[in-house]
């Protein structure tokens, strides 16, 4: 059974910086790709970035590239998503995904992904 645990959100200022966690468990995750996902109150659940975990590709929302970096920890089963130089209409409640061998050119698309954790709301004040 795959858990994907959240952590890390928060409430920070605008140009601020938040990191946030999610632990996985549950299989070895060395063929999945690993996604992050936001949604905002009335809106979709939108792509924010994804890593292929054996080989480390990462792929970006063009909202969020340059400002945020997903990254894996192997000893720690973890996945992380830092978050530098926020602003007010990236917050949402993000969650992280998984799916196994889910080729790259669908990791955008949030109904590829068979597993989800409960979300962590991240709230940027302006």
């Known amino acids: 059974q795959v858990q994907l645990v959240e952590s890390g959100g928060g409430l920070v200022q605008a140009g601020g910086s938040l990191r946030l966690s999610c632990a996985a468990s549950?299989?070895?995750?060395?063929?999945?790709?690993m996604g992050w996902f936001r949604q905002a109150p009335g809106k979709e659940r939108e792509f924010v970035a994804a890593i292929r975990w054996n080989s480390g590709l990462t792929y970006y929302a063009d909202s969020v590239k340059g400002r945020f970096t997903i990254s894996r920890d192997d000893a720690k089963n973890t996945v992380y998503l830092e978050m530098n130089s926020l602003k007010p209409e990236d917050t949402a409640v993000y969650y992280c995904?998984?799916?196994?061998?889910?080729?790259?050119?669908?990791?955008?698309?949030?109904?590829?992904?068979?597993?989800w954790g409960q979300g962590t709301q991240v709230t940027v004040s302006s």
């Open positions: 549950g299989r070895t995750f060395s063929s999945y790709v």
């Open positions: 995904a998984a799916d196994r061998n889910l080729p790259i050119v669908r990791a955008t698309t949030h109904s590829y992904y068979d597993y």
